[in-house]
T-cell receptor
Framework: KAGVTQTPRYLIKTRGQQVTLSCSPI?????VSWYQQTPGQGLQFLFE???????NKGNFPGRFSGRQFSNSRSEMNVSTLELGDSALYLC???????????????FGPGTRLTVT | DQQVKQNSPSLSVQEGRISILNCDYT??????FLWYKKYPAEGPTFLIS?????DKNEDGRFTVFLNKSAKHLSLHIVPSQPGDSAVYFC??????????FGSGTQLTVLP
């Protein structure tokens, strides 16, 4: 079974530009979450989508946005890039089985974004 | 306010011995807890999870223990292998939604 895939793996942008990152979840998983990892702040939650609807949003400015398509694939967009947006952006898909008391979240390899 | 804390930034263990990684949380609403292993510049690899209705869950060499009254969980790896050397993150979730991560513990397994 294929894991979570993210494209591109690496990206270099300049300040003021915008960027779109893509994520394909594990087949059958309907929930997709995005996280930002930086050395100073660790892993921080950006937002979560389920059935094309944003269910949760972390404490990030409105420049960070996302969407989910009917096939569960998701994109996140960052507009007006700042130097501080340089980070590893991680996508995760989830499997929740409440009857078994089981919750698992699987991460993709990430997109390394560098803003110059 | 750090809701999930891993107070040990690093841990060294001899190969074959037990590794015990600890995690504390403050939010009593968390009901799912997950452990991940991470290498630099890669996504976290899911290891094992536990629901708040349980106090123990095992998967092969990995066992997670949950003490709800102390708001404490631990990951035991037995026996430890050099390939286990990585950063380990604990994470907590409320109602199977977003994860809140700890700051990680670097585990080094010495041959």
């Amino acid at each position: 079974k294929a894991g979570v895939t993210q494209t591109p793996r690496y990206l270099i942008k300049t300040r003021g530009q915008q960027v779109t990152l893509s994520c394909s979840p594990i087949s059958g998983h309907r929930s997709v979450s995005w996280y930002q990892q930086t050395p100073g702040q660790g892993l921080q939650f950006l937002f979560e989508y389920f059935s094309e609807t944003q269910r949760n949003k972390g404490n990030f400015p409105g420049r960070f946005s996302g969407r989910q398509f009917s096939n569960s694939r998701s994109e996140m967009n960052v507009s007006t890039l700042e130097l501080g947006d340089s980070a590893l952006y991680l996508c995760a898909s989830s499997r929740f089985t409440p009857t078994l008391g089981s919750y698992e979240q699987y991460f993709g390899p990430g997109t390394r974004l560098t803003v110059t | 306010d750090q809701q999930v804390k891993q107070n040990s930034p690093s841990l060294s263990v001899q190969e074959g011995r037990i590794s015990i990684l600890n995690c504390d949380y403050t939010n009593s609403m968390f009901d799912y807890f997950l452990w991940y292993k991470k290498y630099p510049a890669e996504g976290p690899t899911f290891l094992i999870s536990i629901s708040s209705i349980k106090d123990k869950n095992e998967d092969g060499r990995f066992t997670v223990f949950l003490n709800k009254s102390a708001k404490h969980l631990s990951l035991h790896i037995v026996p430890s292998q050099p390939g286990d050397s990585a950063v380990y993150f604990c994470a907590a979730s409320r109602s199977a939604r977003q994860l809140t991560f700890g700051s990680g513990t670097q585990l080094t397994v010495l041959p």
